[in-house]
């Protein structure tokens, strides 16, 4: 049975908490918009820190589009990782919210436990895809493949995961891309 989307999050949050997460994206460049005509590179978007979140993650499946560029903070969607602080709390956590065309979507992704950079399976790796009011939800769960890989720099990797519908139990969702962001 998936996780419920609270529980996730609250993961995430306790995550954050417990290794000193600040880094929070403070995004004010205006989000172009994308053609399906021309692909989407990674974009980079200032975040509080003097630092960029790229992303590059293409979604496919129930529903088609990518993530290119993390969205300005806003109530209710707040991107934040655990990044370099990740060791010492034992979980690597990451919450980013980016448009897939008209809407915003976030991508959680927790490795417990965490033990540095390197790969993590689905054994240890959670992933999540949500809209803003938790009405559409894909998660990892039992039988989806999760490879998430942890640059050395402990703040940018790959994603390669099959989600399934949490509300069907049957519809998947295939996120494959890069990853990035700054703590």
């Known amino acids: 049975m ?17 290794s000193g997460c ?5 995004a004010t460049a205006p989000t172009p918009a994308a053609s399906s005509a021309n692909p989407v590179t990674a974009a980079a978007t200032p975040n509080g820190f003097g630092g960029n979140w790229n992303e590059d993650l293409a979604l496919s499946g129930e529903m088609s589009g990518r993530i290119g560029q993390v969205v300005t903070t806003q109530p209710g969607q707040r991107s934040e990782c655990t990044g370099k602080n990740s060791k010492s709390a034992g979980q ?3 919450h980013v919210f980016g448009e897939v065309g008209a809407s915003v979507f976030g991508l959680v992704v927790t490795a417990d436990p965490y033990r540095g950079p ?3 399976g689905e054994s240890t790796t959670v992933a999540q895809i949500h809209n803003l009011d938790n009405t559409r939800v894909w998660e990892s769960g039992p039988g989806d493949v999760v490879n998430f890989n942890v640059n050395n720099d402990e703040e940018s990797g790959t994603l390669e995961a099959t989600l399934t519908n949490v509300g069907s139990g049957t519809g998947k969702l295939k996120v494959s891309g890069r990853w990035s962001c700054k703590t």
Not at 4 to 18: H, I, K, N, Q, Y
């Open 118 to 120: 390197g790969p993590y």
């Open 2 to 18: 998936p996780r419920s989307t609270p529980r996730l999050v609250g993961m995430v949050l306790l995550a954050c908490a417990l």
């Open 22 to 26: 600040t880094a929070l994206q403070e």
């Open 92 to 94: 690597w956590a990451l």
